[in-house]
């Protein structure tokens, strides 16, 4: 945060922070209204008390200064956002970045009292796909929000060469990055493609393996005669720029992840500001965006190893198509899915 030019200011929440015997009286103060609420008290206020910890230390923050609009970022953030708007006759609006609703991890009764509670007071609401917007508006029939992709300034490519100028290489390179390199997120059916590929075709991972979970794939790459490469993590603000390196983007989330399948992630982004083809599962959020950039990439079924294998077999086979589907999404990149345009329609709201 030190690096941003805005003032940050903080509510410590941490388990293990200065203030750890406050998160302990917290916690029951959250089970007690969660209780409450499944027991039949219904309220927003008991919603909003059973889900937010540290609600009155927010709210008191937020009612400290003057503004003239308040974000709220996540559901927990609207019980929040909305009596601080009221406090300083202000305007609010609502980043809906997730259907938290359709998680298991969250109390989905709970989230969707605060929604239906608060989203009708907001000046604006946006969403990161038009199957969020759609669903929201479906569930509380409020008015459209808009679709702001979770979209990169160009900046961040500022020193990737276009895909035409890239040397050429034998083979293909297919890339996947995240946080925690884990189960249930598509690698094994990734790993499982490559061997049905023969040794033409590399998969690099990038990001933190789960305790032992690198073995675990790498010994599935050695039953699949599968080359198999572990890179570590790296800011998001400096992954762009490692991405060159790299033929194809995958794109693997899983359809029955609720909410989650309906959001366009930011890998995809990510692939195309970096120029690289994008092999991506067909879920519903993932399809809103490969419709209308065909020819970046294609779409498999989750869980379908040779589909993805079919489909990256074209590219292994035909040096120039993948070179055509790289500068497709290069292009369409900059001409549509970055910041530096996607920031105006934000704008214009204010």
């Not at 909003?48 to 200064?65: D, N, P, Q």
């Amino acid at each position: 945060m030190e690096t941003r030019k805005w003032r940050l200011q903080v509510v410590n929440l941490e388990r293990n922070g200065p203030n750890h015997h406050k998160w302990f009286i917290d916690s029951i103060y959250l089970k007690i209204f969660r209780g409450l609420f499944y027991m039949g008290l219904r309220l927003p206020q008991v919603a909003s008390k059973g889900y937010v910890k540290g609600l009155r230390e927010l709210i008191t923050m937020a009612l400290k200064e003057p503004q003239d609009w308040f974000i709220a970022h996540t559901q927990a953030a609207l019980p929040v956002a909305i009596p601080a708007s009221r406090r300083w006759k202000a305007r609010v609006g609502f980043d809906c970045e997730d259907l938290l609703a359709e998680l298991s991890s969250e109390p989905a009764g709970i989230v969707q009292a605060i929604e239906r509670n608060y989203l009708r007071y907001c000046d604006y609401v946006s969403a990161p796909s038009r199957c969020i917007a759609n669903r929201i508006v479906d569930r509380y029939k409020i008015k459209k929000p808009m679709t702001l992709y979770n979209v990169f300034p160009l900046r961040l490519a500022e020193g990737l060469a276009a895909p035409g100028k890239r040397s050429g290489r034998m083979g293909l390179r297919v890339h996947w990055f995240g946080q925690t390199i884990g189960h249930g997120r598509g690698i094994e059916e990734a790993i499982e493609a490559a061997g049905y590929l023969g040794k033409g075709v590399e998969v690099h991972l990038r990001g933190r393996p789960g305790i032992g979970y690198a073995g675990i794939l790498a010994s599935l790459a050695n039953r699949h005669g599968a080359t198999l490469k572990f890179h570590p993590h790296v800011n998001h603000d400096e992954l762009i720029e490692t991405m060159d390196e790299f033929d194809v983007g995958l794109a693997l989330e899983r359809p029955d992840n609720g909410g989650y399948s309906r959001t366009v992630t930011n890998k995809v982004f990510s692939y195309l500001l970096a120029g690289l083809a994008i092999a991506a599962t067909d879920t519903p959020g993932q399809r809103e965006i490969m419709g209308q950039i065909r020819s970046a990439g294609f779409l498999y079924h989750a869980g379908d190893a040779r589909g993805l294998a079919d489909g990256l077999r074209k590219w292994l086979n035909d040096h120039n198509a993948l070179r055509k589907a790289q500068q497709a999404a290069w292009e369409a990149a900059r001409l549509k899915y970055c910041w530096d345009l996607e920031k105006d329609k934000f704008l214009r709201l204010f």
